[in-house]
Structures are given as structure tokens and as C-alpha cells.
């Protein structure tokens, strides 16, 4: 498979970074004055409006026959995918390189960088109105749930992007490294059948992943492929969509998720490259050497010489008083001995 050079991406990057957005905590007031940034190039649409009717706004651009749509924050305390495809936006306005020429002669991009502006503004996961909009994809109870349908089926894509954050309890299966990014290929229906879809949504993932270890290696993990009846992605797939879900997690002391909101970058530049070079998918096999998520890691562990006497903690992020806080909370007092923490504080018992 071919990869984009490392040190391509590290340079484009470096240059093409949207410097403004930073942190976890990414509102709709953030992001809007960038939408008229890229009117330039993009074809700027206000699509829908919220619960709250907080614009959701799309991007779209290129000519190419083959379809990609991408989203971020269907929810709202997710935003480092945002922060990713801004840079991603970024490239594609400020640059010429015969890459960004290539991926839009063999695309067409459409856009959504932020689903759920409400939930965004709360910081929470679900909607104004207590929904999951990744539970929602059946019933389609939300505004914003049933927007994401309707463009879907208007442009009909090849090919999604769905961009999640994941919590800091993940690792990579048989390291001790966190899992700094997850990919998953979704199943369709509930014996996780390998579909024809589900192939070619694995041959672009492991694309992605051939990228990512030659610069993180073993810091990439594969989300559990469950199947769950109304989440959007395994819908999406079901209904023929491929849909490759990208979860950006936490890389070490990057807790404003910076660091991976850079391999976020790489991945969807890979992913979307990939796609635009290749006639056919079929390569899948590589998928299943991505290690599985495990969930091994506390923020913080407190170590005594009787590991019954350990006591882990975790962070939760919080809005209060318009402030993004995060407050450290204990979660469990037991042995922890198979159990890594980001930081852990070992207590030593002095003689006296």
C-alpha cells in the first residue's frame, strides 16, 4: 500500500495547523469564524440548525466520482476530529501540493465538522434533548440525527468518516501503551459477518494503520466490533455506506489532546488519499494484526507496599461557571497490579 511520507505529513501539518482551536472544550462559536476562511475553495452551506437552532454548517469540494463524507462531534465533549479536519480544511485552501490536487480530481468532500453544536456548547455527550445521536440512527428522534440521514442519502457517499474520542481506559492489547488511536470497520448485523463493505472499509483502515506505526507504533489500537442495532455507524454500513470509525484517544501527558488530534490528522489525510489512488479495496487481512482496545488504564494510581491498600483515580471533565475544569475523582481502592496509570505515585513505607 502506498503511504504518505512521514515527513510530508509532520511539514503540511506544522504549516497548515488551525492554531486557534486548541483543548478539549471546541463550541460552535469557535469554529465560526473559520467557516468564511474557506469560502475560497469550499462550498460553505448552512444545513440545518440544532435543537437549540445553532447552525450546522457543511463544507463541500472536489470532482471526483468518489463520494467521502466526514462528521465530528455528533458528540459534543468529542472534539478532537474537529480540531483535525480544520487542519485537514486548512490544507486543502492553502496548499497546491499535487497530493491535495490528486484526492480532489477522484473526490468530492462534503464536510460536517460539527453535528451537535449544543451538546458541544454544554460539553456533553448527547444532545439538547438527552439524545445520543450515535443511539439514534433508527428512530432518528434528534434534528441533528435526522440532517446527518438526509445528507447521507442526498450524497449518497462511497465512503464516511465518523470521528469519536475515546477515554483514557484504553490501551493497546498485549503493551502498556494507551491507545492513542482506534480504528473499527463496523459490523453489519450481529454475527460481524465480513462483508463485501466491511472490506473495503478494513483495506482503508489498514492503510491508515501502516501509516501510524511508523511513527506510533503499538500505539494503535481496533475498537470492539459489537454489533449495536441503532449506533449510526453500523447502520450506515448496514445500509451500505462504508463507514470507518476513527477514535481519537489519549496519547502520554496529552491530555488537551494535541498529539492525537496530529495523528487524527495523519489518519484522515491517509485515509482519504488512499481512497483517491486505489480503484479497488480488497486488502483487508492486516486489519485483524491491529492489536484490540483493553481497558488497563486509570489517570492516576496511588501505590502502596499492600497493593489492597492502591486507589485509582480518574478525570471528569467538567463545564462550570462558562470554565472548562477537570476534576480528579476516585474510582477504586483494591489491588491494581494488572492495572497501568498514566502517572502513578508510589508510597513508601519508612522505617521508623
Same mark, same amino acid.
Given at each position: 500500500?502506498?503511504?504518505?511520507?512521514?515527513?510530508?505529513?509532520?511539514?503540511?501539518?506544522?504549516?497548515?495547523k488551525? /492554531?486557534?482551536?486548541?483543548?478539549k472544550?471546541?463550541t460552535?462559536?469557535?469554529l465560526?469564524?473559520?467557516?468564511?476562511? #474557506?469560502?475560497?475553495?469550499?462550498?460553505?452551506?448552512q444545513?440545518?440548525v440544532?435543537?437549540?437552532n445553532?447552525?450546522?454548517?457543511?463544507?463541500?469540494?472536489?470532482?471526483?466520482a468518489?463520494?467521502?463524507?466526514?462528521?465530528?462531534?455528533?458528540?459534543?465533549?468529542?472534539?478532537?476530529?474537529?480540531k483535525?479536519?480544520?487542519?485537514?480544511?486548512?490544507?486543502?485552501?492553502?496548499?497546491?501540493?499535487?497530493i491535495?490536487?490528486?484526492?480532489?480530481?477522484?473526490?468530492?468532500?462534503v464536510?460536517?465538522?460539527?453535528l451537535n453544536?449544543?451538546g458541544s456548547?454544554?460539553y456533553t455527550?448527547v444532545?439538547?434533548?438527552?439524545?445520543?445521536?450515535n443511539?439514534?440512527?433508527?428512530n432518528r428522534?434528534?434534528?441533528?440525527?435526522?440532517?446527518?440521514?438526509a445528507?447521507?442519502?442526498?450524497?449518497n457517499?462511497?465512503?464516511?468518516?465518523?470521528? #469519536?474520542d475515546?477515554?483514557?481506559?484504553?490501551?493497546v492489547?498485549?503493551?502498556?501503551?494507551?491507545?492513542?488511536?482506534?480504528?473499527l470497520?463496523?459490523?453489519?448485523?450481529?454475527?460481524?459477518?465480513i462483508t463485501?463493505?466491511?472490506?473495503?472499509?478494513?483495506?482503508?483502515?489498514?492503510s491508515?494503520?501502516?501509516?501510524?506505526?511508523?511513527?506510533?507504533?503499538?500505539?494503535v489500537?481496533?475498537?470492539?466490533?459489537?454489533?449495536?442495532?441503532?449506533a449510526?455507524?453500523?447502520?450506515?454500513?448496514?445500509?451500505?455506506?462504508?463507514?470507518?470509525?476513527?477514535?481519537?484517544g #489519549?496519547?502520554? /501527558?496529552?491530555y488537551?489532546?494535541?498529539?492525537?488530534?496530529?495523528?487524527t490528522?495523519?489518519s484522515?489525510?491517509?485515509?482519504?488519499?488512499h481512497?483517491?489512488?486505489?480503484?479497488t479495496?480488497?486488502?483487508?487481512?492486516?486489519?485483524?494484526?491491529i492489536?484490540?482496545?483493553?481497558?488497563?488504564?486509570?489517570?492516576?494510581?496511588?501505590?502502596?507496599?499492600?497493593p489492597?491498600?492502591?486507589?485509582?483515580?480518574?478525570?471528569?471533565?467538567?463545564?462550570?461557571?462558562g470554565?472548562?475544569?477537570?476534576?480528579?475523582?476516585?474510582?477504586?481502592?483494591?489491588?491494581?497490579?494488572?492495572?497501568?496509570?498514566?502517572?502513578?505515585?508510589?508510597?513508601?513505607?519508612k522505617?521508623?
Amino acid at each position: 500500500m502506498n503511504s504518505l511520507s512521514i515527513k510530508f505529513l509532520e511539514s503540511i501539518y506544522k504549516e497548515q495547523k488551525e /492554531n486557534s482551536l486548541f483543548g478539549k472544550w471546541v463550541t460552535y462559536g469557535d469554529l465560526e469564524k473559520l467557516f468564511s476562511k #474557506h469560502e475560497s475553495k469550499f462550498l460553505v452551506s448552512q444545513v440545518g440548525v440544532s435543537e437549540e437552532n445553532r447552525p450546522i454548517m457543511q463544507l463541500k469540494i472536489g470532482s471526483g466520482a468518489k463520494k467521502i463524507l466526514l462528521w465530528s462531534q455528533m458528540h459534543g465533549n468529542e472534539s478532537t476530529g474537529t480540531k483535525a479536519l480544520f487542519d485537514f480544511l486548512n490544507c486543502i485552501t492553502h496548499t497546491s501540493e499535487a497530493i491535495i490536487t490528486k484526492i480532489l480530481e477522484e473526490c468530492t468532500l462534503v464536510l460536517i465538522p460539527m453535528l451537535n453544536p449544543d451538546g458541544s456548547q454544554a460539553y456533553t455527550r448527547v444532545n439538547a434533548n438527552n439524545i445520543d445521536l450515535n443511539r439514534d440512527a433508527v428512530n432518528r428522534l434528534a434534528k441533528e440525527s435526522k440532517l446527518l440521514r438526509a445528507v447521507l442519502e442526498e450524497f449518497n457517499p462511497q465512503f464516511c468518516f465518523n470521528l #469519536h474520542d475515546q477515554r483514557t481506559i484504553f490501551g493497546v492489547e498485549g503493551t502498556k501503551n494507551p491507545a492513542t488511536i482506534s480504528f473499527l470497520a463496523p459490523s453489519e448485523e450481529v454475527t460481524r459477518a465480513i462483508t463485501k463493505g466491511r472490506i473495503e472499509t478494513m483495506d482503508v483502515i489498514v492503510s491508515m494503520n501502516l501509516m501510524l506505526q511508523k511513527i506510533i507504533p503499538n500505539y494503535v489500537g481496533r475498537y470492539t466490533d459489537e454489533f449495536y442495532p441503532t449506533a449510526t455507524g453500523d447502520n450506515f454500513q448496514k445500509l451500505g455506506y462504508n463507514t470507518i470509525l476513527i477514535e481519537s484517544g #489519549h496519547y502520554p /501527558n496529552d491530555y488537551n489532546r494535541e498529539e492525537s488530534r496530529k495523528y487524527t490528522f495523519f489518519s484522515i489525510f491517509q485515509g482519504i488519499h488512499h481512497i483517491a489512488i486505489e480503484n479497488t479495496y480488497t486488502n483487508y487481512e492486516q486489519y485483524f494484526d491491529i492489536p484490540n482496545n483493553d481497558k488497563i488504564f486509570y489517570d492516576i494510581i496511588h501505590r502502596y507496599a499492600n497493593p489492597i491498600n492502591d486507589v485509582s483515580f480518574q478525570y471528569e471533565d467538567k463545564i462550570i461557571d462558562g470554565k472548562f475544569v477537570s476534576k480528579l475523582n476516585k474510582v477504586y481502592e483494591n489491588s491494581l497490579i494488572s492495572e497501568i496509570g498514566h502517572s502513578e505515585i508510589v508510597f513508601e513505607v519508612k522505617n521508623i
